[in-house]
Nanobody, 122 residues
Framework: QVQLVESGGGLVQAGGSLRLSCAAS????????MGWFRQAPGREREFVAK????????YYADSVKGRFTISRDNAKNTVYLQMNSLKPEDTAVYYC???????????????WGQGTQVTVSS
């Protein structure tokens, strides 16, 4: 079992930055690949970024490529999402998730956090 707790969300103006954190507890964090998803009101939860177990491979949705950076610190059991050049369309609840072998599909992730709200004003 893995428990995930996101933090770092908030209200920011367009063009600003936020860094989300996801702290994991439970079983060995480095055993899991990690991902970030987001869900805007009235929309499906969508993939944002993922990172492999060791942190040396990442993958991003086209909508955030070049603006967002996913990283992890296995010593701190934490995964991060640095979000720069934020746009109003980035407004959503952001979720971190963990799985053994993951892709961009929600079903490949076994554990989920409760989410943190990010609101970008224009």
């Amino acid at each position: 079992q893995v428990q995930l707790v996101e933090s770092g969300g908030g209200l920011v103006q367009a063009g600003g930055s936020l860094r989300l954190s996801c702290a994991a507890s439970g079983r060995i964090f480095s055993s899991y690949a990690m991902g970030w998803f987001r869900q805007a009101p009235g929309r499906e939860r969508e993939f944002v970024a993922k990172i492999n177990k060791s942190g040396d491979r990442t993958y991003y949705a086209d909508s955030v490529k070049g603006r967002f950076t996913i990283s992890r610190d296995n010593a701190k059991n934490t995964v991060y999402l640095q979000m720069n050049s934020l746009k109003p369309e980035d407004t959503a609840v952001y979720y971190c998730a963990a799985g053994f072998t993951v892709d961009t599909e929600r079903s490949s992730y076994r554990y989920w956090g409760q989410g943190t709200q990010v609101t970008v004003s224009s």
